[in-house]
C-alpha cells in the first residue's frame, strides 16, 4: 500500500473512533429490573420483586438493556434448581424509575389474575437477586 493512502486510512479510522465510542455511550442511572417466568407444563407463573440492580446499562442509543438475555438466564437457572421447573420461559423487565417498574409489575400480575387456570408464585429479593455481568464477561 502507498504511504498516502495508508495515511488517508489512518485518518478515517481515527475519525471514526469517537463515533463508535458515542453510538455505545451507555446511561449512568440506576436501574431496576423484574423477572416473570411462565412455567408451560404447569401453567405457574413466577414474579420476582422489583430490585436494583448495581451495573446494569441500558444503551443510550437503542435504551436496551445491555445483556438481557444473561438476565434471564439467571432467573431461568434458578427457577430451575430451586423450583424443579425447567421448563419456564423467563423475561425481564427494566426502567431507570422504579416507581414506574412497580406500575408495570403490578398491571402484569393483575392481567395474570384474571386468568384462574395459572398460579402466581411470588420470588422475594431475598431468595433471587439479579446480578450484572462483570466487564470481563462482556468480552
Do not use: W
Not at 455505545?24 to 407463573?45: A, C, R, W
Request: proline letters at 4%; charged letters at 25%.
Amino acid at each position: 500500500m502507498n504511504k498516502t493512502l495508508r495515511i488517508a486510512l489512518l485518518f478515517l479510522l481515527t475519525a471514526l473512533m469517537p463515533a463508535v465510542a458515542l453510538a455505545q455511550k451507555k446511561s449512568n442511572k440506576e436501574i431496576f429490573l423484574f423477572g416473570y417466568g411462565v412455567n408451560m407444563k404447569d401453567s405457574t407463573v413466577y414474579m420476582t420483586d422489583v430490585q436494583p440492580v448495581p451495573g446494569a446499562v441500558v444503551l443510550k442509543k437503542t435504551k436496551f438493556l445491555k445483556d438481557r438475555a444473561v438476565y434471564s438466564g439467571e432467573m431461568q437457572a434458578f427457577l430451575t434448581t430451586q423450583h424443579d421447573a425447567p421448563h419456564t420461559a423467563c423475561a425481564v423487565f427494566f426502567s431507570d424509575s422504579k416507581e414506574a417498574l412497580e406500575k408495570k409489575r403490578n398491571k402484569v400480575r393483575r392481567e395474570q389474575q384474571k386468568n384462574a387456570v395459572l398460579k402466581i408464585r411470588e420470588i422475594p429479593a431475598e431468595a433471587f437477586r439479579f446480578v450484572a455481568p462483570t466487564a470481563t464477561e462482556n468480552k
